[in-house]
């Protein structure tokens, strides 16, 4: 039977430390663009590729939790937070390959930055054995074979790259998608540097976010 019109199931994987818009309104378009019924936002307990997040896993997911609520289609899971050891991708998409089935189209999301260092991920060269890979881009971007991981062989993207959405939902797994996004300039780091400084982040996360945020006085932020 085809795969053709079978809505796929998109993950997006993060420290989330803490969730911004930059995160939500790139999460936003490619649900709607890939026809994804459910996004799932997957933060990471020990990121194995990054400095440990600064606030505790239970409480990244909270703010999340508040974040994605009003949003229809976006969706926190947990399973990375509950698993020992390292949050390896490899691992988590093993698992929702499981849960699915072997039909149903799964895509993991990711930016270009990321995609450059793949190869650094563990067992990196089969994260396409159980899903596409959704590289988030500017518009007008122009993907080339040097676009790929850092290390891979050179036919490695050419061999797997799709040329529309249509593609993905036709397989379950297997290809490197281009997705254009609306790339905020905002990033977690620089909003922890604000917090630290005594500075206001409202703004630049939902404003159920930002209220804990500030009344707590989470990243060393003066409590008001």
């Given at each position: 039977?085809?795969?053709?019109?079978?809505?796929?199931?998109?993950?997006?994987?993060?420290?989330?430390?803490?969730?911004?818009?930059?995160?939500?309104?790139?999460?936003?378009?490619?649900?709607?663009?890939?026809?994804?019924?459910?996004?799932?936002?997957?933060?990471?307990?020990?990121?194995?590729?990054?400095?440990?997040?600064?606030?505790?896993?239970?409480?990244?997911?909270?703010?999340?939790?508040?974040?994605?609520?009003?949003?229809?289609?976006?969706?926190?899971?947990?399973?990375?937070?509950?698993?020992?050891?390292?949050?390896?991708?490899?691992?988590?998409?093993?698992?929702?390959?499981?849960?699915?089935?072997?039909?149903?189209?799964?895509?993991?999301?990711?930016?270009?930055?990321?995609?450059?260092?793949?190869?650094?991920?563990?067992?990196?060269?089969?994260?396409?054995?159980?899903?596409?890979?959704?590289?988030?881009?500017?518009?007008?971007?122009?993907?080339?074979?040097?676009?790929?991981?850092r290390g891979a062989p050179p036919q490695w993207l050419p061999d797997?790259?799709?040329?529309?959405?249509?593609?993905?939902?036709?397989?379950?797994?297997?290809?490197?998608?281009?997705?254009?996004?609306?790339?905020?300039?905002?990033?977690?780091?620089?909003?922890?540097?604000?917090?630290?400084?005594?500075?206001?982040a409202q703004g630049l996360m939902p404003d159920c976010v930002w209220?804990?945020?500030?009344?707590?006085?989470?990243?060393?932020?003066?409590?008001?």
């Amino acid at each position: 039977m085809s795969n053709a019109g079978m809505a796929p199931l998109a993950l997006l994987g993060g420290t989330f430390d803490p969730v911004h818009y930059g995160h939500l309104r790139p999460a936003i378009e490619v649900r709607e663009s890939l026809g994804a019924d459910e996004l799932r936002l997957i933060p990471g307990h020990v990121p194995p590729h990054r400095p440990q997040p600064r606030l505790a896993a239970a409480r990244r997911a909270d703010l999340l939790d508040r974040a994605v609520a009003p949003i229809p289609g976006l969706v926190v899971d947990r399973r990375e937070l509950v698993r020992a050891g390292p949050s390896y991708t490899l691992d988590t998409l093993r698992e929702l390959r499981r849960m699915i089935g072997d039909r149903r189209p799964l895509c993991f999301v990711m930016g270009g930055d990321a995609l450059g260092g793949l190869c650094s991920w563990y067992q990196w060269h089969k994260l396409t054995d159980y899903a596409h890979l959704v590289v988030t881009t500017r518009a007008g971007y122009t993907a080339t074979p040097a676009t790929g991981p850092r290390g891979a062989p050179p036919q490695w993207l050419p061999d797997r790259q799709a040329a529309t959405v249509q593609a993905l939902r036709a397989r379950p797994a297997g290809l490197v998608y281009f997705q254009p996004v609306s790339r905020l300039e905002i990033s977690a780091t620089a909003i922890r540097r604000l917090l630290a400084q005594g500075r206001s982040a409202q703004g630049l996360m939902p404003d159920c976010v930002w209220q804990p945020v500030a009344s707590q006085g989470l990243y060393g932020y003066p409590q008001v």
